[in-house]
């Protein structure tokens, strides 16, 4: 049966009623009742949430994986925005790397989809990678790090961004494997963290995904 998604506002209930909802246990009986205005993707309508977090997290068992870290040294308001970024594009791990506080509006819900992890500094952060096996990948525009464009990232990475006023800092720019940075082509001299985020993680999936 075609779901007839409305714009802006999801789907109504399950048309035909209760004789036609379907019975796979990943169905969420309130949504088929109800209606999901919720904000995920047409073939996770009706979905409980659960369902839809083990559904996601499979794509690590498909061995390709990539993982986002944020410096929160003064409670950047970016990171909302690039933690919604990342669950689009697959990210099952979000790391906070300071304060622990950050504001979660910008995100739309979609840090309930994933793992957000809190690291109070940058030498507990590295230890966590170095158990999981991640290389740790800084973007940055600072003296040596490399063009985005012409870096083969490595498969099994996170990405780190700084913060949007004074990007990485010295400690997790001395602990990144390799720092990338966006060529730019106009007067200024950065961008906004979080569009360099959305950037550089669609650069990753291009090149291991796509």
Excluded at 27 to 53: C, Q, S
Excluded at 71 to 77: A, I, K, Q, T, V
Excluded at 161 to 190: C, D, F, K, N, W
Aim: one cysteine or more; charged letters at 25%.
């Amino acid at each position: 049966m075609q779901i007839i998604s409305e714009p802006g506002v999801g789907v109504g209930p399950w048309p035909g009623g209760r004789e036609n909802w379907p019975t796979a246990e990943h169905y969420d009986l309130e949504l088929l009742e109800n209606g999901d205005r919720r904000n995920v993707e047409d073939h996770f309508r009706y979905w409980k949430m659960e369902a839809i977090v083990a559904e996601l997290n499979a794509v690590k068992e498909r061995g390709k994986w990539l993982e986002v870290a944020i410096e929160n040294l003064g409670h950047d308001f970016n990171i909302g925005s690039i933690v919604r970024t990342a669950n689009a594009m697959g990210v099952r791990h979000v790391h906070i790397v300071g304060r622990r506080r950050w504001n979660r509006r910008g995100a739309m819900v979609t840090d309930r989809y994933m793992q957000v992890h809190h690291h109070p500094d940058v030498e507990s952060f590295q230890a966590a990678m170095q158990e999981a096996g991640m290389r740790i990948v800084g973007v940055d525009n600072i003296e040596r790090s490399v063009p985005l464009e012409e870096t083969v990232l490595p498969l099994n990475c996170v990405m780190v961004m700084g913060e949007e006023s004074t990007g990485l800092s010295p400690e997790m720019a001395a602990i990144s494997e390799e720092i990338v940075h966006i060529t730019q082509y106009g007067s200024t001299r950065s961008m906004n963290v979080g569009h360099a985020a959305a950037i550089s993680m669609w650069a990753w999936v291009l090149q291991h995904r796509a």
